[in-house]
């Protein structure tokens, strides 16, 4: 089998509040990803998704975060690694695509040009070897013609095409794992698909690791490879795509499918009443269990453990034997 691109052991992450105060925001995570595979973390906002990517690349100070457990990559545990380390991998062995493209790209200056920048920053290419490289990648997230796009600014183009170019970007360097941190949000249903499909074909092409991350488990029912899903800090359920999609075994998992609308009426289910707990305010044992219609009394007395199911493994002490909704 092959070594992970990206291990992830054991962590947790605190957020440093000002008078000593530490809150844990992320409680002993634990996944793998191969190379080539797919995996997608789902999770509402507040369940400490997005601070998980932050914490592999290293983007907010010590003085803000405390990271504990480890994140290995090419050898190296990047949650306590210097930033002579981190530097030369980000962007180049890890990259990452965000929300909202226009935020990382420069109106000012064309997409040629951007991703020009992109390649020189690391050395790796020049002159005309940049120039078909660049060429190459447009192809590869789909524009017919690249290179109208590259003499094109960021502004004349849909929410659609700049988030190709930041697919293309993000793997200008050819890095090993590519961090998607809800990268389709603002965009309709079809380039949602569209812009998934691409990310999971490059992922198969260039054997690349993908983490995306979504708070729509429906989303990614055509790509992931594997999914885990994190609720107050803490994994739920962890296993492969398909199995959990359309067999849920922790209620919260089946919650948020509940959650999606029905493909052929468009109408939702109930959802979730509530909302995520506070992290300065954890309730003991499970952290759904406020919000669960299947909570027993034992729920809610001591930390639930993760038990190992033939195909996957849940943190509930009576999971689901019901398939997910159509």
Sequence with gaps: MAEPILSIDRLSIHVRAGGGVRLKIVDDISFDILPGQFFALIGESGSGKSMIARAIMRLMPDEVLDLRGEIRFGGHDLAHAGEELLRPLRGSEISMIFQEPMSSLDPLMTIERQLSEAVEAHGKRKGAAMRAHIIDLLTRVRFRNPEQIMRSYPHELSGGMRQRVMIASALINEPKLLIADEPTTALDV??????????????RDYGLAVLFISHDLSLVYENADEIAVLYGGMLMERGPARAIIEAPAHPYTSALLACVPRRRTGARQEGIEGAVPSVSDWPPGCRFAARC??????????????LDLPDRRVRCVAPLRESAPA
Aim: glycine share 0%.
């Design 293 to 306: 219609a299947w909570r027993q009394p034992q729920c809610t007395q001591h930390e639930i453990a993760f």
């Design 190 to 203: 079809t380039i949602q698909a569209q812009v998934l499909d691409i990310i999971a074909s490059l992922a």
